[in-house]
């Protein structure tokens, strides 16, 4: 990711053939379709004030006397033995409305653009696995080359919107620097939004700074463009953490966006019933929600939900289950309900790209679709519940996004379309490929598939009976060297490496 | 599938272990959300008046002499040089109308009697494939053994509801007796409903005496419990063929039910665009159920769809595309405004039962289960756009489907539900796992898989590495040894022994 390896790659992009992958071109979905929704107006009000009564009753702890200032200021019961809050309902109603219905995330390139929230979606590239695997090298832990690799894979397929925070944690990398080396790639090997995580106010502060030198801008416009978006845990049942309130403050003051998603596995850290995880869930959302909103009114937000289930027998969490399709579905009631954008997830507890990986992921995808999700975090590469990234999967995910990016796509119902003549003309036993109706349309009538094998078997077999695991083996590496490093500007190159150089002298971070 | 293998299969359940597959109990499921809709009202009158435009100007063709005799006397238009019948919009409406919304397919065990309409959903073997596969013997030519092997599967997984014919075509066996093997196998290895092929009168006519016999009841009284069910192709475009129009009209005049599904492929059989393909798909429905209600009105039937796309660079069919995803949904919609039930289909092209055949089965069923589809076809075990039939994709869909009961059903919004007091007694940071609340209900909390393995790597690993294909290898086969057969009459197996053995030495059918 250095400035050779930049000439080097910009280079290699000459002898690109016709045999590059065909993807569909870089655009947005939006979801012209109605919400589907599973549960009544009047239970969404049962799990809304089921929330309120936890918030009021049992309270919810913030481990962050900073942040109790905050909330007691803003009209919260403060117990700071404790460090429990309690909210007045009217307080939590009061301060989640100042939050925004839709905001937009700002990129480096203005292309990149993403909005968020109503009918937007936005498909984010995994985030935070230890591990990584291929075919080739196997399963390994996260390090920083693969971490590159991995968002060169979502800069190259239009169909991933952003990386959100570590695509794998690079673990060979110092852990109180590491942020540094993050962003830089970040902003070197993509012009795409990207996250970063709320490990404290200095990695924050740091990368917000980064940004501001990759634009030539200062914090005071960063501010008005959001641009950076954390995804806030909190530790469930009914806590947040104080390195996250600490890295929340620091986004939330500068204007940059924060993604509340509870932790609330069905069964572990939350009740055992959907209905009452999905209240827990709900109170921890509204309480983290309403904070950003007292520590700086208008803050964009998103409403995140991750309720799950785990395995009873052995306690294992559980992804793609019929359970995290309801909840999944709900929070999308839930937070329609409260006017704000909505992040769901793609998500799997499989071992390896097999059936049950394509199954569960498309378990947990059509209901991000169907609930109008508008962050579908780990888009493209999650599996084994979160402990690792997969360059295979990646792939398979790509396909999956592009089908639902296309399915999202509204037929026409114009005259030309509805195709009388051509049936006419046509008539009894005849068929279709020949009429010039076709001929003008067949290039882009359909999805076009870049993993999926629709050969018959005889020639599947003669093309050496690959699974769509092994066949996305070769794709990833193809879409490596296909890769195009996007330009940036050699001065601010220059200065990022300068700041970054600087900063890790004296991180000021305990290395953990 | 002789009585001494039935004794023999008694005596082996006497030795089930209790590591038998824990499946989810026999239930037909109904579906409590509301349908997804993707195009408005407008839209589906405008292919609604498009086909019918169709049917009024262009016609269709009815390959057989006693169905335009019956065609003319209800009022449509006959050309008797070309076969063709043209149809005034007033009555494709009027005989529409007389159709049933739903109707009940009876069984021989009346507790595998299914609704057929409105809420409720059925999931039916593959049916027609010529191959079969599994990892042991790998891919072969249909016949007899696998179609029993396949019975017994879909009798022991109470997820599958139906066989819908063949699940695998038995082509050891001569085709003009064919029937008459299948029908007495369907009888003695499941008591669940069963499909019959309208290839020309007799077959069914066989067919019919032989579930006669099953019951002890005679045709008047099948007459009033329509028990057969047959799926009616039209040969697209715009031709029904007469074999299939014979054997048509011995399923209605005996009270039987008919499935109506043009095949429309979308850029060959139909055109290029799904707004046009959909409009035939409609045109060719409309006609033909039109004709049953002509015939005998009243008949139950289904209004089928199978609108999916071919792959435009190789003229291969696909399935499991976002195409066919929006056709199953805007064919629910067509069906409900016609008040009829509504046949859609799980299916894929992949060759074998990897990622693909995963995500692309879940491209096809969701999109049943959101548009209400009542008769879900092919639910279990289709490959390779219906060329083969896989033993271990039988297990997949298993999985899939009761993922999706599990889906359909309801949560609960009851006060215990809401687990206030097991939040307020766990408090923050601890957690759910030895609550009284979890206790009482952690057995049945969540969705338990047969199939899906939620180890961590590492005991994953311990295990062997299997894929879902290689662990759905192991549960067929152990399917096969927990399944029981169900009880038949000595007496009535008799007598069909006898009217089978009598029907071949003179079978009056051509042997093709």
């Given at each position: 990711?250095?400035?050779?390896?930049?000439?080097?790659?910009?280079?290699?992009?000459?002898?690109?053939?016709?045999?590059?992958?065909?993807?569909?071109?870089?655009?947005?979905?939006?979801?012209?379709?109605?919400?589907?929704?599973?549960?009544?107006?009047?239970?969404?009000?049962?799990?809304?004030?089921?929330?309120?009564?936890?918030?009021?009753?049992?309270?919810?702890?913030?481990?962050?006397?900073?942040?109790?200032?905050?909330?007691?200021?803003?009209?919260?019961?403060?117990?700071?033995?404790?460090?429990?809050?309690?909210?007045?309902?009217?307080?939590?109603?009061?301060?989640?409305?100042?939050?925004?219905?839709?905001?937009?995330?700002?990129?480096?390139?203005?292309?990149?653009?993403?909005?968020?929230?109503?009918?937007?979606?936005?498909?984010?590239?995994?985030?935070?696995?230890?591990?990584?695997?291929?075919?080739?090298?196997?399963?390994?832990?996260?390090?920083?080359?693969?971490?590159?690799?991995?968002?060169r894979l979502s800069q190259h397929f239009?169909?991933?919107?952003?990386?959100?925070?570590?695509?794998?944690?690079?673990?060979?990398?110092?852990?109180?620097?590491?942020?540094?080396?993050?962003?830089?790639?970040?902003?070197?090997?993509?012009?795409?939004?990207?996250?970063?995580?709320?490990?404290?106010?200095?990695?924050?502060?740091?990368?917000?700074?980064?940004?501001?030198?990759?634009?030539?801008?200062?914090?005071?416009?960063?501010?008005?463009?959001?641009?950076?978006?954390?995804?806030?845990?909190?530790?469930?049942?009914?806590?947040?953490?104080?390195?996250?309130?600490?890295?929340?403050?620091?986004?939330?003051?500068?204007?940059?966006?924060?993604?509340?998603?509870?932790?609330?596995?069905?069964?572990?850290?939350?009740?055992?019933?959907?209905?009452?995880?999905?209240?827990?869930?709900?109170?921890?959302?509204?309480?983290?929600?309403?904070?950003?909103?007292?520590?700086?009114?208008?803050?964009?937000?998103?409403?995140?939900?991750?309720?799950?289930?785990?395995?009873?027998?052995?306690?294992?969490?559980?992804?793609?289950?019929?359970?995290?399709?309801?909840?999944?579905?709900?929070?999308?009631?839930?937070?329609?309900?409260?006017?704000?954008?909505?992040?769901?997830?793609?998500?799997?507890?499989?071992?390896?790209?097999?059936?049950?990986?394509?199954?569960?992921?498309?378990?947990?995808?059509?209901?991000?679709?169907?609930?109008?999700?508008?962050?579908?975090?780990?888009?493209?590469?999650?599996?084994?519940?979160?402990?690792?990234?997969?360059?295979?999967?990646?792939?398979?995910?790509?396909?999956?996004?592009?089908?639902?990016?296309?399915?999202?796509?509204?037929?026409?119902?114009?005259?030309?379309?509805?195709?009388?003549?051509?049936?006419?003309?046509?008539?009894?036993?005849?068929?279709?490929?020949?009429?010039?109706?076709?001929?003008?349309?067949?290039?882009?009538?359909?999805?076009?598939?870049?993993?999926?094998?629709?050969?018959?078997?005889?020639?599947?077999?003669?093309?050496?009976?690959?699974?769509?695991?092994?066949?996305?083996?070769?794709?990833?590496?193809?879409a490596l060297?296909e890769y195009?490093?996007?330009?940036?500007?050699?001065?601010?190159?220059?200065?990022?490496?300068?700041?970054?150089?600087?900063?890790?002298?004296?991180?000021?971070?305990?290395?953990?």
């Amino acid at each position: 990711m250095d400035r050779k390896s930049k000439h080097k790659r910009r280079g290699r992009t000459q002898s690109r053939t016709n045999n590059a992958i065909e993807q569909l071109p870089w655009k947005q979905p939006r979801n012209p379709y109605p919400p589907f929704e599973i549960v009544s107006a009047d239970q969404i009000e049962e799990i809304h004030l089921a929330s309120l009564r936890i918030l009021e009753e049992v309270g919810i702890a913030f481990l962050d006397e900073e942040a109790l200032d905050i909330l007691k200021e803003s009209g919260a019961e403060i117990e700071r033995s404790t460090q429990m809050v309690k909210f007045a309902p009217e307080l939590i109603e009061e301060y989640l409305k100042k939050a925004p219905s839709q905001f937009t995330l700002h990129s480096r390139n203005p292309v990149h653009n993403l909005e968020v929230g109503k009918d937007w979606n936005i498909f984010s590239m995994v985030a935070s696995p230890p591990n990584c695997s291929d075919i080739d090298k196997g399963r390994r832990a996260g390090n920083f080359e693969d971490f590159q690799n991995l968002v060169r894979l979502s800069q190259h397929f239009n169909t991933i919107h952003m990386t959100g925070g570590y695509a794998v944690e690079p673990v060979d990398l110092p852990a109180n620097t590491r942020h540094l080396d993050c962003a830089l790639a970040h902003l070197l090997l993509t012009d795409k939004v990207f996250g970063a995580y709320s490990l404290g106010r200095q990695r924050i502060s740091d990368t917000i700074d980064m940004i501001c030198i990759s634009r030539g801008i200062k914090r005071d416009q960063l501010k008005t463009q959001p641009s950076l978006i954390s995804i806030i845990n909190t530790s469930s049942p009914l806590r947040v953490d104080g390195v996250m309130i600490q890295g929340m403050l620091e986004m939330v003051r500068n204007g940059q966006s924060i993604c509340v998603t509870p932790f609330t596995l069905s069964g572990a850290m939350a009740p055992v019933t959907l209905a009452g995880a999905l209240s827990l869930q709900n109170a921890e959302a509204l309480a983290t929600l309403a904070f950003t909103q007292m520590v700086a009114p208008g803050s964009p937000v998103v409403y995140g939900g991750f309720t799950s289930n785990v395995d009873m027998k052995s306690g294992a969490p559980a992804f793609g289950t019929p359970e995290l399709a309801k909840s999944t579905l709900i929070g999308g009631q839930l937070a329609r309900r409260y006017g704000l954008p909505y992040r769901a997830s793609n998500v799997n507890a499989c071992n390896i790209v097999d059936a049950q990986a394509g199954y569960e992921s498309m378990m947990s995808l059509w209901p991000t679709i169907l609930s109008h999700c508008n962050l579908v975090k780990h888009a493209a590469g999650w599996m084994e519940g979160g402990l690792c990234a997969s360059f295979e999967k990646v792939i398979v995910d790509v396909e999956l996004l592009q089908m639902m990016s296309s399915f999202l796509e509204q037929l026409s119902f114009s005259g030309e379309e509805m195709a009388f003549d051509a049936i006419a003309e046509v008539g009894p036993g005849g068929h279709f490929f020949g009429t010039q109706h076709t001929l003008e349309r067949y290039e882009k009538a359909f999805y076009a598939p870049i993993l999926s094998d629709w050969s018959n078997f005889g020639m599947w077999e003669e093309k050496g009976t690959k699974t769509a695991f092994q066949r996305a083996n070769h794709i990833w590496k193809q879409a490596l060297e296909e890769y195009q490093q996007p330009t940036l500007e050699e001065s601010r190159l220059e200065a990022l490496e300068s700041f970054v150089s600087k900063r890790k002298e004296n991180p000021g971070i305990p290395n953990y």
